[in-house]
């Protein structure tokens, strides 16, 4: 599996944005780069996946390098209930079915 | 609520006791995976089901674990004769058939405590 590397832990203020970085050097062509996060007592919630281009959703934004080596989670206006580990996970479009989880990185939101 | 639901949400046995875990997925997905996860850890991949059918298996299923999907519907993870190391948060997931993107609806997890 090919290897993410994130911080392990990021602070904000609210309503403030958030940038969230993920390294991932040995990215494979086929590799899609999916964001999830996990709040405080619960599983895991999906955020955001993209291939190469830039991707907007309503939670948040993922920029993605050109080269792909890296990618950048965008949460645009921070609040108290986006406290959570964000997972940054590379997922091979021709071969997993899973997740393959890090250590992720521990956001925390002050008010 | 037509999330993915897990019984029971918490769990504590004695060491050597067996134990079984319920996962329902959400209606018409079709896959279903089980995950564990330890503290300040994330969850790892424990088992991939299709249907009924167990297509994976995680090195950390140990011949004391067992996973069933009977009828494509619920599933069940039992652990035999647990030890201590056992103890952990057990996740499941559903998804539909969408190719490698599809996203995974995780329930809330089931906890262990093995004394």
């Given at each position: 599996d090919a290897k993410?590397?994130?911080?392990?832990?990021?602070?904000?203020?609210?309503?403030?944005?958030?940038h969230l970085p993920c390294n991932h050097s040995t990215i494979s062509g086929t590799d899609y780069i999916h964001w999830y996060r996990q709040l405080p007592s619960q599983g895991p919630e999906y955020v955001i996946h993209g291939l190469t281009s830039n991707v907007?959703?309503?939670?948040?934004?993922?920029?993605?390098?050109?080269?792909r080596k890296s990618s950048t989670l965008i949460l645009h206006r921070a609040t108290l209930r986006d406290a959570a580990v964000y997972y940054c996970i590379l997922r091979d479009v021709g071969l997993d079915y899973k997740l393959s989880f890090?250590?992720?990185?521990?956001?925390?939101?002050?008010? | 609520d037509t999330g993915v639901s897990q019984d029971p949400r918490h769990k504590i046995t004695k060491r050597g006791q067996n134990v079984t875990f319920r996962c329902d997925p959400i209606s018409e997905h079709n896959r279903l995976y089980w995950y564990r996860q330890t503290l300040g850890q994330g969850p790892e991949f424990l088992t991939y089901f299709?249907?009924?059918?167990?297509?994976e298996k995680s090195r950390l299923l140990s011949d004391r674990f067992s996973a069933e999907r009977p009828k494509g519907?619920?599933?069940?993870?039992?652990?035999?004769?647990?030890?201590?190391?056992?103890s952990a948060m057990y996740l499941c997931a559903s998804s539909t058939d969408r190719g490698f993107t599809d996203t995974q609806y995780f329930g809330p997890g089931t906890r262990l405590t093995v004394l």
């Amino acid at each position: 599996d090919a290897k993410t590397t994130q911080p392990n832990s990021m602070e904000s203020n609210e309503e403030e944005p958030v940038h969230l970085p993920c390294n991932h050097s040995t990215i494979s062509g086929t590799d899609y780069i999916h964001w999830y996060r996990q709040l405080p007592s619960q599983g895991p919630e999906y955020v955001i996946h993209g291939l190469t281009s830039n991707v907007n959703n309503r939670m948040a934004s993922l920029a993605i390098a050109e080269d792909r080596k890296s990618s950048t989670l965008i949460l645009h206006r921070a609040t108290l209930r986006d406290a959570a580990v964000y997972y940054c996970i590379l997922r091979d479009v021709g071969l997993d079915y899973k997740l393959s989880f890090g250590a992720g990185t521990t956001v925390t939101v002050r008010a | 609520d037509t999330g993915v639901s897990q019984d029971p949400r918490h769990k504590i046995t004695k060491r050597g006791q067996n134990v079984t875990f319920r996962c329902d997925p959400i209606s018409e997905h079709n896959r279903l995976y089980w995950y564990r996860q330890t503290l300040g850890q994330g969850p790892e991949f424990l088992t991939y089901f299709q249907n009924e059918a167990q297509l994976e298996k995680s090195r950390l299923l140990s011949d004391r674990f067992s996973a069933e999907r009977p009828k494509g519907s619920f599933s069940t993870l039992e652990i035999q004769r647990t030890e201590q190391g056992d103890s952990a948060m057990y996740l499941c997931a559903s998804s539909t058939d969408r190719g490698f993107t599809d996203t995974q609806y995780f329930g809330p997890g089931t906890r262990l405590t093995v004394l």
